[in-house]
């Protein structure tokens, strides 16, 4: 996966900092395809904006104007704030890695600002609304078990708040009865998450309809080839679901996460708790829900959550 842009010297860098992305910090595919795909683009743009192959030299002169120039292509592109400062993150990834291996060193990169953002809040369903997508994402199945398939992968979003590519980042030994998952979620975080029973029951209803015999470490969803199920799929038979129930745009796969998040506040969940839950990295982040909807926190998981009752 070498880099056209670079020079002999630095060949090896685009290679060795993408391997470390999968390899090591275990990024989804999602965010491993969008950082690399940037970072990628930014080396084109500097061999073009330098006249020239990009050695380890030129890497470590890169002053805030260069940094700032590629910016501005990409604005000029059309790029809007959140992408721009997705694009910043992943070129600030990239220069991170070579400092801390001791490749190069750039220091003007750490003093370019991301564009700021404006604050964007959870878009969270009501609760017959959740329940409703619940309830109807198995109708449109052609064959009984991908209904069941499709239900139990919404009702880990709603039921347990994971994110998509948690859910379907599951093996089928990671399930078992009467216990609890363990989720290895962004940067390789892991968290503990409660099952509740209706979605361990909708996990085994699945399972026993499944024509495919999984192992241990297989993964727990699969599609109809018996490889492991793609997002693009629960995203398309959300939407399928959410046009015919006459559910807004924002009734999407991870909306549903939000809504685990928004219904145990609503019902009294601890606010600590739910960071735990959702494995957010900062409080901060999971205090967004209370601009959403105020509610007493007191009251513990089980009790909290409309599905637990």
């Keep these: 996966m070498r880099h056209p842009a670079l020079a002999p010297d630095a060949a090896p860098f685009f290679s060795d900092w993408a391997r470390y992305l ?28 330098l006249g020239g192959p990009v050695d380890r030299r030129a890497l470590e002169a890169l002053r805030v104007a260069d940094f700032r120039a590629y910016l501005a292509a990409r604005r000029a592109q059309g790029l809007q704030a959140r992408s721009m400062a997705r694009a910043l ?12 291996r001791a490749l190069l060193h750039n ?35 052609k064959e009984v078990w991908v209904g069941l398939r499709d239900t139990a992968v919404v009702l ?7 994110r998509i590519s948690e859910a379907l980042g599951l093996n089928r030994g990671d399930v078992r009865r009467g216990e609890s998952l363990r989720i ?3 940067g390789d975080k892991q968290r503990v998450v409660p099952v509740l029973p209706v979605v361990h029951d909708a996990i085994e209803a699945y399972l026993a309809a499944c024509p495919f015999a999984l192992g241990r470490g297989d993964p727990l969803f699969v599609g109809v080839r018996g490889k492991r199920l793609n997002p693009g799929m629960v995203q ?19 909306a549903l ?15 600590r708790t739910i960071q735990e839950l959702l494995g ?10 209370t601009e959403v909807e105020t509610a007493d926190l007191l009251a513990i998981y089980e009790r909290a959550h409309p599905k637990a009752r």
């Design 22 to 49: 999968a390899s090591e910090r275990r990024v989804s595919p999602h965010t491993f395809d969008a950082y690399s795909d940037e970072v990628g683009r930014f080396l084109t743009f500097l061999g073009n904006h």
């Design 89 to 100: 993150s992943a070129i600030k990834s990239f220069f991170r890695y070579l400092d801390r």
């Design 107 to 141: 220091a003007a990169y750490t003093a370019v600002r991301a564009p700021r953002l404006a604050r964007r809040l959870p878009r969270p369903l009501d609760e017959h609304a959740a329940a409703q997508l619940v309830d109807s994402v198995g109708d449109t199945a």
């Design 156 to 162: 880990l979003l709603y039921g347990c708040g994971l």
């Design 184 to 186: 290895r979620g962004k």
């Design 236 to 254: 398309k038979v959300v939407r399928q679901t959410r046009m015919a129930l006459g559910l807004p745009p924002s009734a999407t796969p991870h």
């Design 257 to 271: 996460r939000h809504s685990f998040a928004t219904h145990l506040l609503q019902g009294g969940g601890d606010l």
């Design 280 to 289: 957010h990295a900062s409080l901060s982040t999971t205090q967004t829900y």
